[in-house]
């Protein structure tokens, strides 16, 4: 009996970089996500997944939020959206997972995501 596995992922890159955005873009897109940021402890974006402007704000306030016990007030870009961050822990070195938007399934996807996000960057 012959197996044949057939690869779920339709799009994929040996680049690190490439291959993160199309994890960040994928999980956009099944999450109905406005938008999708990675961003190291400085607020610093290192990829994202919608509009600029709002991965920018998403990206400086993440080290922000996933830290505030009582949440804080978020700029005008990000205000009214349903905002989850989660932090990840590579080689010691914090970088946060974070998302505007999306629908009830948003924890799932996102946790998942965040298996293929510590996976791409974890390679060499």
């Given at each position: 009996?012959?197996?044949?596995?057939?690869?779920?992922?339709?799009?994929?890159?040996?680049?690190?970089?490439?291959?993160?955005?199309?994890?960040?873009?994928?999980?956009?897109?099944?999450?109905?996500?406005?938008?999708?940021?990675?961003?190291?402890?400085?607020?610093?974006?290192?990829?994202?997944?919608?509009?600029?402007?709002?991965?920018?704000?998403?990206?400086?306030?993440?080290?922000?939020?996933?830290?505030?016990?009582?949440?804080?007030?978020?700029?005008?870009?990000?205000?009214?959206?349903?905002?989850?961050?989660?932090?990840?822990?590579?080689?010691?070195?914090?970088?946060?997972?974070?998302?505007?938007?999306?629908?009830?399934?948003?924890?799932?996807?996102?946790?998942?995501?965040?298996l293929g996000v510590s996976r791409i960057l974890a390679s060499?």
């Amino acid at each position: 009996m012959s197996w044949i596995l057939k690869d779920r992922r339709t799009r994929r890159s040996a680049e690190r970089q490439t291959a993160l955005r199309y994890q960040l873009e994928h999980t956009r897109e099944q999450g109905g996500l406005e938008a999708v940021v990675v961003a190291d402890d400085a607020g610093l974006i290192l990829e994202s997944a919608g509009d600029s402007a709002v991965c920018e704000e998403l990206g400086a306030y993440a080290p922000l939020l996933v830290h505030s016990l009582m949440g804080m007030k978020l700029p005008p870009l990000l205000c009214g959206g349903d905002v989850a961050v989660r932090p990840i822990s590579l080689n010691g070195q914090p970088v946060f997972l974070a998302s505007i938007g999306g629908g009830v399934a948003r924890d799932a996807l996102l946790s998942h995501s965040e298996l293929g996000v510590s996976r791409i960057l974890a390679s060499n």
